[in-house]
């Protein structure tokens, strides 16, 4: 196969798996339909992933498509990152009302997941642009999918207002980046802006605003928690992982690759936004009586620490951004997808909606107690060698204030997620008759939760190939 082919295997997979369920879509019978659209979307997706895995590997990095998109390593796990979460989420699609029996929502979701690839491939302006809007309109869409539940249509409305004000800003920024280096290919970029001045700083100022909105970066993470709270579970949990991934893997790409000669100028600016990202995010959370919304500071806390990583600006630091997001989407969708399975049967987000979830179901207590100890970066689960990585980084290449940041909010994170689960196994239902209120499971939950659970453990108990795919994911740039 061509170069050009094979650059973007993945996404031809993924839109061939969008066309199918749309053909498909009218021969389901009504009380199929869920069971049809929610396996052919997941299954595709899988199907995607081997064939990606076999056949697409990338060897040394090389541009494609007259050097719009790069076809290296690390736009390739990304990729492989963001269609898994898909899967996940599509199985967690499949019981939520008026979205599982919807062959537009697993369209738009297929879709996204198409925009996410290219952005963490692009390497061109006009390419990052293009993949950044077809992320972001589907996840517009799908936030207020529920048009009968006024939070969910506030909830789209909200992020689209926001996101359409941040993308003007972002392009303005993109537009003065071409008309002052006369070329949108990063490779060029960084040819003409070598030095300080008041172009360059007001370029990365607007880039700044535009993918710190997308990765819920502090003070551009005002959108998250309204988002997070009324859109369905399922769209809160790619919107809290994958998206903020392609919004990471952008950030890497463009920062490094598009002006490593203001490296100290922007290291300095990140590391500021890391350190008041992880604190309001955490001393928010702990006033939280929403679990949706616990989980939207959470995620901007976490958006802080990974952050850590690319402030170093070593090959550690690199390496860790790329183990950090993949413990990370394991985590949220993990935690996300717990959400949604409880609250279709308790009726409530509130974190008081949990006593006594423990003696209801035992074993979606214990993968919500995996997920939450994951998050708080407790071993030996993916989230603590997530976190050693990038602190250690950050103490190689001398941020020791910012680690000393880093560890406080952990702490405080701890606190929190474990007094969330203190309402699990500690309390109890009012009339203290939790085995009359069950939780039953769904086969698309069970397999889709015991993946996570076990993908969790697995990165934090056996990392060396985790480590080895970041690492070759890092050398890529």
């Keep these: 196969m061509s170069l050009n082919l094979m650059a973007i295997l993945p996404e031809i997979l993924v839109l061939l798996v969008g066309i199918l369920v749309l053909v498909c879509d009218p021969f389901f019978k009504d009380e199929n339909r869920r069971v049809g659209l929610g396996w052919l979307t997941a299954g595709g997706l899988t199907a995607t992933l081997a064939i990606s895995l076999l056949a697409g590997q990338p ?44 062959a537009e ?83 060029v970029v960084a ?12 370029v990365l100022f607007l880039i700044l605003v535009g993918l710190g909105f997308k990765v819920s970066l502090a003070p551009f993470h005002f959108w998250a928690p309204d988002t997070y709270e ?48 992880m604190t309001i995010g955490n001393l928010v959370a702990l006033a939280q009586k929403n679990i949706k919304r616990l989980l939207a500071y959470s995620s901007i806390a976490h958006a802080g620490y990974a952050l850590i990583g690319l402030v170093a600006n070593n090959e550690l630091g690199h390496l860790s951004v790329v183990f950090y ?46 997920a939450f100890l994951s998050l708080a ?18 103490v190689q290449a001398g941020w020791y204030w910012l680690v000393f940041v880093g560890i406080i909010n952990s702490i ?23 085995e009359s209120f069950p939780i039953p499971m769904s086969r698309p939950y069970v397999i889709a939760l015991v993946v996570l659970c076990l993908g969790i453990i697995m990165v934090g108990s056996f990392f060396a190939p985790w480590f080895d795919l970041a690492g070759k994911a890092a050398m890529g740039l």
């Design 59 to 102: 060897g040394q990095p090389a541009s494609a498509w007259g050097g719009m998109v790069r076809y290296d390593w690390l736009s390739f796990a990304f990729k492989m990152f963001f269609i898994f979460a898909a899967a996940i989420t599509a199985l967690f699609f499949m019981d939520v009302d008026k979205l599982g029996r919807r």
């Design 377 to 394: 970066g407790m071993p030996p689960f993916g989230g603590f060698i997530a976190k050693a990585l990038v602190f250690a980084a950050a």
């Design 412 to 434: 405080v994170g701890v606190y929190y997620y474990l007094t969330t689960m203190k309402y699990v196994y500690l309390y109890r239902m009012e009339g203290e008759n939790e």
């Design 191 to 202: 040819l003409k802006f070598t030095s300080l001045n008041i172009v360059s700083v007001g």
């Design 325 to 370: 997001l993949l413990a990370y989407i394991l985590t949220n969708l993990a935690a996300f997808g717990i959400i949604t399975a409880f609250g279709r049967i308790a009726g409530s987000d509130e974190i008081r909606a949990y006593d006594g979830m423990s003696r209801r179901s035992p074993y979606l207590a214990l993968a919500m107690l995996i």
């Design 105 to 187: 929502a697993y369209v738009l979701l297929t879709a996204s997941t198409i925009g996410m690839s290219l952005m963490a491939s692009s390497s061109d302006l006009v390419m990052l642009y293009l993949a950044i809007e077809t992320t972001s309109i589907p996840m517009y869409v799908l936030s207020g999918f529920m048009l009968d539940d006024q939070k969910s249509t506030e909830s789209g409305f909200k992020y689209l207002l926001f996101g359409a004000m941040t993308s003007a800003v972002f392009l303005y920024g993109l537009s003065l980046v071409y008309g002052f280096a006369g070329s949108t290919s990063y490779e």
């Design 230 to 277: 009324g859109a369905p579970s399922p769209v809160a949990g790619v919107l809290s992982t994958a998206s903020k991934a392609a919004g990471f893997a952008v950030l890497i790409r463009l920062l490094l690759v598009g002006f490593p000669a203001m490296a100290e100028q922007w290291q300095l600016t990140l590391a500021i936004m890391a350190a008041i990202t």
